[in-house]
């Protein structure tokens, strides 16, 4: 079955410091969503990808899906405190299901 | 506007016993998912329904049981509780299928002992 990868499992840095987790698909995806969640929260969806190559930023958030529709990457520019919690990418395949990757906790130090 | 609301919120339960994770969505959404966290492991996918009247298997479905009661509410069903189903478990839905975001609910942290 459809396998998506999810690196790194953990991030430690100071704030200020820029972070990027990557996600990484066994087969192509029609599209993929990435969520954050908050310690002791559910997850909430941020932005979802359908397009090769497409870029799309939110404030200090930039995602990005891969030309082959195979890999996506989260990359947050100067991290402050409230961008702690675990960031998951999922991804679909067309159906009714996503895939969700295991997550990168993301913890940062004033 | 309560989105997506699960009952209850914390459970412990004994070794053999059962209980049923109730989930209801007030978005008029087609579809609805049960999913169990792990630390580590992500979000792992045990049961949905991508309509009233349809349920299928997730990822890792033995041990559980679901009803879709109504286009509203989404039920999950231990029947005999075994310590590896502690976990976190979320519902979610959304308004089609895997091309829509997906609203989660709070979650039942559940212990069996």
């Known amino acids: 079955g459809q396998q998506v990868m999810q690196i790194p499992q953990y991030q430690h840095v100071q704030e200020g410091e820029d972070f990027t987790t990557y996600c990484n698909s066994s087969t192509t995806l029609s599209n993929i969503q990435w969520y954050k969640q908050r310690p002791g929260g559910h997850p909430v969806f941020l932005i979802q990808?359908?397009?090769?190559?497409e870029v799309k930023k939110q404030k200090r958030l930039t995602f990005q899906f891969g030309e082959a529709k195979k890999n996506s990457s989260l990359h947050i520019t100067a991290t402050q405190t409230t961008d702690v919690g675990t960031y998951f990418c999922a991804g679909g395949s067309g159906y009714s299901t996503l895939t969700f990757g295991k997550g990168t906790m993301l913890l940062v130090s004033p | 506007n309560a989105g997506v609301t699960q009952t209850p919120k914390f459970q412990v339960l004994k070794t053999g016993q059962s209980m049923t994770l109730q989930c209801a969505q007030d978005?008029?959404?087609?579809?609805m998912y049960w999913y169990r966290q792990d630390p580590g492991m992500g979000l792992r996918l045990i049961y949905y329904s991508a309509s009233e009247g349809t349920t299928d298997k997730g990822e890792v479905p033995n041990g559980y049981n679901v009803s879709r009661l109504n286009k509203r509410e989404f039920s999950l069903r231990l029947e005999s509780a075994a310590p590896s189903q502690t976990s976190v478990y979320f519902c979610?839905?959304?308004?089609?299928?895997?091309?829509?975001?997906?609203?989660f609910g709070p979650g039942t942290r559940l212990t069996v002992t």
């Open positions: 978005m008029n959404h087609n579809s």
């Open positions: 979610a839905s959304s308004a089609l299928d895997g091309t829509y975001e997906q609203y």
């Open positions: 990808l359908v397009k090769s190559g």
